[in-house]
Nanobody, 128 residues
């Protein structure tokens, strides 16, 4: 059974930094493109970043470009997303998700329907 578990969320002041981690069981993440999405209450879920397989092509939403770094750690079977200079508008539940093993992130990486496995999410609150 495939399971994705996000961690690293919490309460952070504006200007701070967070590293979110997606840990997998039942699959080897190094075989799959992995993305992070986020959803704030009352808003649609949006793609934040996607890392290809291998991690040659990374994609970032304009909202975190220059502030976000997505990375793989194959030894621990995890994918992380670090976001610096956090803003109140980064407040959301953050989810990780995997594409099919034979897919790439590509220009349609933000389309939720492409993703096969999803985690339950981790809450990030950016506030003073």
């Amino acid at each position: 059974q495939v399971q994705l578990v996000e961690s690293g969320g919490g309460f952070v002041q504006p200007g701070g930094m967070l590293t979110l981690t997606c840990a997998a069981s039942g699959i080897s993440l190094d075989q799959y493109p992995v993305a992070w999405f986020r959803q704030d209450s009352g808003k649609p879920r949006e793609g934040v970043s996607c890392v290809g397989r291998p991690a040659r092509s990374n994609y970032y939403a304009d909202s975190i470009k220059g502030r976000g770094t997505i990375s793989r750690d194959d030894a621990t079977n995890t994918v992380s997303l670090q976001i610096t200079f956090l803003k109140p508008e980064d407040t959301a539940v953050y989810y990780c998700a995997t594409l099919p093993a034979d897919a790439g992130c590509g220009n349609t990486w933000t389309q939720e329907g492409r993703y096969v496995h999803w985690g339950q999410g981790t809450q990030v609150i950016v506030s003073t």
